[in-house]
T-cell receptor, first 111, second 114 residues
Framework: EDQVTQSPEALRLQEGESSSLNCSYT??????LFWYRQDPGKGPEFLFT?????EEKEKERLKATLTKKESFLHITAPKPEDSATYLC????????????WGAGTKLIIKP | KAGVTQTPRYLIKTRGQQVTLSCSPI?????VSWYQQTPGQGLQFLFE???????NKGNFPGRFSGRQFSNSRSEMNVSTLELGDSALYLC?????????????FGSGTRLTVV
């Protein structure tokens, strides 16, 4: 069964304390892996799409990497405004373009 | 460039009533997906429409339905509302629904059933 698991469920960091969020997946053939950021009461905001193992993408303090089994979202020197829930989703190659979503990691950055 | 517009933003309905939510995608986007989000269940996929045809459907009862118009605007309808239908309903639009183009979400409609 296709599955996406994110860990940890919640993460509290001090401002400036770097860390990583994990998204592990099991699909038969990956078409793409998405990272989104969601603030309370709002819709998810697109961050990155990764397509193949070894690929990396960066945006400000965020860097996403992809292997054959998992993706990491690395946060370098985070600021309080980086606090949000980070969601991961995958699209399987054989699927009819449907996304499979993880439950998200709630990130809290304390000043 | 206008984003994805969902109306209304907030809605309070009584159990047993029905409700219609609207989603206007980004201009040129032909795929519209609907999701239900609750604190306990996360993002749950309802259905996806592409060029007026339902392309994918999640595991929700038949009380949940949708449609897409020729201008790509989409509506979802929930009949015979239950208390458990209280949630944030999100729609996401994409040019073609493929990974290459990503998905853009609206701000959602917060539905409360009392």
């Amino acid at each position: 069964e296709d599955q996406v698991t994110q860990s940890p469920e919640a993460l509290r960091l001090q401002e400036g304390e770097s860390s990583s969020l994990n998204c592990s997946y099991t699909v038969s053939g990956l078409r793409g892996l998405f990272w989104y950021r969601q603030d309370p009461g709002k819709g998810p905001e697109f961050l990155f799409t990764l397509y193949s193992a070894g690929e990396e993408k960066e945006k400000e303090r965020l860097k996403a990497t992809l292997t054959k089994k998992e993706s990491f979202l690395h946060i370098t020197a985070p600021k309080p405004e980086d606090s949000a829930t980070y969601l991961c989703a995958v699209q399987a190659a054989y699927s009819n373009y449907q996304l499979i979503w993880g439950a998200g990691t709630k990130l809290i950055i304390k000043p | 460039k206008a984003g994805v517009t969902q109306t209304p933003r907030y809605l309070i309905k009584t159990r047993g009533q029905q409700v219609t939510l609207s989603c206007s995608p980004i201009s040129g986007h032909r795929s519209v997906s609907w999701y239900q989000q609750t604190p306990g269940q996360g993002l749950q996929f309802l259905f996806e429409y592409f060029s007026e045809t339902q392309r994918n459907k999640g595991n929700f009862p038949g009380r949940f339905s949708g449609r897409q118009f020729s201008n790509s605007r989409s509506e979802m309808n929930v009949s015979t509302l239950e208390l458990g239908d209280s949630a944030l309903y999100l729609c996401a639009s994409s040019f073609a629904g493929t990974a290459n183009y990503g998905y853009t979400f609206g701000s959602g409609t917060r539905l409360t059933v009392v």
